[in-house]
């Protein structure tokens, strides 16, 4: 075997080990996973585990910089001037997406942080670019007379729409709803669409509703 087929092995190994722990965060949360249960959920020795990551604290660092690269293309717009509904639907499901393959940060939030103060930094982050992206989306749609929104009004609609993206799970958990991923990012896309309904043009409102019906749970 050349070092290139080495370098290329050990590269494999990280991936399965963060998607296996990913995994299991998602579904029984980080404080209740292990590394033997991570090492076997990857097919490999729990001393393999340690070689590429010798502490927990490692692998979440891992974790946290694949977080802060997929965030930052949910973030992006490319073209805000020509910024339509569709464009915000599209834009809703990428966020969704990406709420749902970290779901463990989103519902575990004050015991990750007191762990691991990177996830704290990553997740403020997170929210500030999300409020700011809301924005340019809001006005954008206002722009293009989807929306009626007063210009003082935008920064509010904007972070209750972050509210709901990013902590409809714990009102979920709260609640005792369901606790699946994929059922909780249907009632946040549908509570954001709602959200936006009081604001939207008489054109618009039947787009919204027919967009929040696919929605449905």
């Not at 930094?121 to 929210?127: D, E, I, N, P, Q």
């Not at 709602?194 to 039947?206: C, E, K, M, N, V």
């Amino acid at each position: 075997m050349t070092k290139a087929d080495n370098t290329r092995g050990s590269r494999d190994t990280k991936t399965r080990i963060l998607v296996s722990a990913l995994v299991l965060f998602n579904d029984q949360g980080e404080p209740n996973t292990t590394t033997n249960e991570i090492a076997n959920e990857a097919d490999i020795s729990p001393g393999n585990l340690h070689y590429h990551f010798r502490k927990k604290s490692e692998l979440i660092n891992a974790l946290l910089a694949e977080f802060q690269a997929d965030a930052r293309r949910v973030l992006e717009i490319d073209n805000a001037e020509a910024f339509t509904l569709e464009d915000f639907w599209v834009r809703l499901h990428l966020l969704l997406e990406f709420t749902m393959a970290y779901h463990f940060m989103f519902r575990d939030t004050e015991t990750l942080v007191d762990v691991y103060p990177g996830i704290a930094r990553a997740l403020r982050g997170f929210a500030k670019g999300l409020a700011a992206a809301f924005e340019i989306q809001l006005r954008a749609l206002e722009r293009s007379q989807h929306l009626s929104i007063a210009a003082g009004e935008v920064a509010v609609v904007s972070r209750n729409l972050v509210v709901l993206a990013l902590f409809s799970i714990r009102y979920d958990t709260l609640i005792s709803a369901s606790h699946d991923a994929a059922d909780s990012a249907l009632r946040t896309a549908r509570a954001i669409l709602g959200t936006l309904r009081p604001y939207a043009q008489s054109d618009t409102i039947g787009q919204l509703d027919d967009l929040s019906s696919s929605y449905r749970p």
